[in-house]
């Protein structure tokens, strides 16, 4: 019903005023359509840039959306206030618990109203909200230098967290201003391209703001898009990105050497910088016209004599953390490489890069380990492989001269004029990774929101969990290697053994006192005296004082 009001809507643009109605509690609900079912345009700029006192001071500070609905803005949404923007976690296969999405209107010509949705100068919070690089009439917002959020100011800090970006031209997300910080946590960022420019659509576009103090991505996917994840300033003072997931991308999702403090650790890259450079690219992009690695690190040029000193530290102190990451490209993508003789294959790390984290005297800081090259055998989505031909072929059409669109969706052949408007929920894509490869914290690799058979740790306000709990192993069923976690309300002695179906004790994995906590453990499929065990089913008991719990694991030859 939503979808036809919209539809209708598009037809005959139309301009709607609206009225604030006073709500006492800190949260003001922000409707999408007005009472006769029509689209309310933009009653976020009047229920949020308006809802201030006469000092222009703002009245509530949470704003919530509806979901399954869209937020249509003629102009762009100008916060200069702390804001929090959300709405309740989204359902799975329900249209109307969808995620809500804003969007810019169309003009009476069929243009676009706006090219930014939302403007801020102060600290702003999204939560569970799409913001659309296609507008009101399913076409993209324009090439154009627009973002869905642009920050204004110096010293904000933005907080994302399942936030959805898709078909921005230019970049998703930017700033021009020095200080900021950054908290991103369970974004996917989809179809960012930009038909005639292979270099644009950034997710993050920060190259102009000078400084960025703190930059921390957790749990995030960026997919089937044109350019990098993050396009730096000259500095970030620290930099953090665990546990997310990079999928067919023409470009590295990093474009920096000067790290200062940075941790990449429990990532997936699968075909990441898939165009790759030529010779006479590298020139223009690596500082001694090298490859540029998906790890790329150079000398402080900071540190250089006549440079600029504020923003720098000697080398010995820099600390650059890459552990526990995956780098993958498909034979398809290795034989665009092998039958360009111009252009280069993608490495994980060029020559200067490899020889600074093996230089110990110079740079302890700098620490690599395990670093996988390996498919992470996304078995849940089958249609990758139509993802990773339109890659492969825009790569081969761009070293032919032509640049043109190749997203990807579900709907492309059975909705081609609204499936970049409507998106299903959950999206089609499916990262999961089936190699059973685990980060340096247990879990798997890559963006953990593809494991929801993952049972998430409930703590008090102490940090410590509330109950004594023996959680699933993962992978399950394993070959060779499982992980076990499990959680201690309280400190104390704990044992933690391998039986099999007999009975029959296998190996004790643990027989210690353990403080109170989450707390994993590796059994490698072998018994007490290092014998690897045949398949089967095993079960896995924890036992402290008298609490005592058991579950089921299956070993795969």
């Not at 008090?460 to 023996?470: I, R, T």
């Amino acid at each position: 019903m939503k979808l036809k009001k919209l539809l209708l809507f598009i037809l005959t643009v139309t301009l709607y005023g609206g009225v604030i109605f006073a709500q006492q509690t800190d949260t003001v609900y922000v409707p999408a359509n007005k009472e006769n079912g029509d689209p309310y345009v933009n009653s976020l700029i009047d229920y949020i840039v308006a809802d201030t006192n006469a000092a222009g001071e703002q009245l509530h500070s949470v704003y919530k959306l509806e979901r399954g609905s869209f937020y249509i803005v003629d102009k762009a949404v100008d916060l200069k206030n702390p804001v929090k923007i959300v709405a309740d976690p989204p359902v799975e296969n329900d249209p109307e618990k969808a995620p809500p999405k804003i969007l810019s209107n169309v003009t009476a010509d069929g243009g676009t109203a706006t090219m930014n949705l939302i403007n801020t100068w102060a600290d702003i919070t999204i939560k569970n909200v799409w913001l659309a690089g296609i507008d009101a009439g399913g076409q993209n917002r324009g090439w154009g230098y627009g973002q869905a959020l642009a920050v204004q100011d110096s010293f904000v800090t933005v907080t994302l967290d399942g936030v959805w970006l898709d078909y921005n031209g230019w970049s998703a997300i930017a700033t021009a201003q020095p200080h900021t910080s950054w908290f991103i946590n369970n974004l996917h960022a989809r179809n960012e391209q930009n038909p005639g420019d292979q270099w644009t659509t950034f997710v993050f576009f920060l190259e102009n703001a000078g400084v960025v103090d703190t930059f921390v991505a957790k749990n995030c996917t960026y997919f089937q898009s044109n350019s990098f994840f993050i396009f730096p300033p000259d500095v970030i003072q620290y930099i953090e990105v665990d546990h997310c997931t990079f999928v067919n991308l023409l470009k590295w999702p990093f474009h920096e050497t000067q790290w200062l403090k940075a941790k990449f650790t429990n990532n997936i890259f699968y075909n990441v910088s898939a165009l790759s450079l030529t010779e006479t690219e590298e020139e223009g992009q690596d500082p001694d016209h090298l490859e540029y690695g998906l790890i790329n690190v150079d000398t402080l040029a900071a540190n250089e004599l006549g440079q600029p000193g504020q923003y720098t530290i000697p080398e010995s102190e820099r600390e650059i953390i890459v552990k526990n990451n995956l780098y993958y490209f498909t034979q398809d993508l290795q034989d665009y490489w092998a039958n360009n003789d111009s252009v280069k294959a993608q490495v994980w790390m060029n020559s200067r890069t490899r020889a600074m984290f093996d230089n110990d005297a110079e740079w302890p800081g700098l620490v690599e380990e395990n670093t996988w090259n390996q498919d992470p055998m996304f078995n849940d989505f089958p249609q990758l492989s139509e993802a990773t031909a339109k890659l492969v072929q825009v790569c081969l059409d761009i070293r032919a001269g032509s640049m043109h669109e190749w997203d990807w969706d579900a709907d492309q052949v059975s909705d081609p004029q609204f499936y970049r408007l409507i998106n299903p929920y959950p999206l089609p894509e499916n990262f999961r990774s089936y190699a059973g490869l685990v980060g340096t914290d247990g879990l798997p690799i890559g963006d953990l929101r593809y494991y929801p058979d993952l049972v998430s740790v409930e703590e008090n306000s102490n940090g410590v969990p509330n109950d004594f709990q023996l959680l699933q192993n993962y992978p399950n069923p394993f070959n060779p290697s499982t992980i076990i976690r499990f959680n201690l309300n309280k400190s104390g002695y704990v044992k933690l053994s391998v039986f099999n179906l007999l009975g029959e004790k296998v190996i004790t994995l643990v027989d210690d006192v353990k403080n109170a906590g989450s707390h994993f453990v590796t059994w490698n499929g072998k018994n007490s005296a290092s014998i690897s065990v045949p398949a089967g089913i095993y079960f896995y008991k924890l036992e402290m004082e008298n609490n005592i719990q058991v579950k089921k694991m299956m070993l795969l030859k």
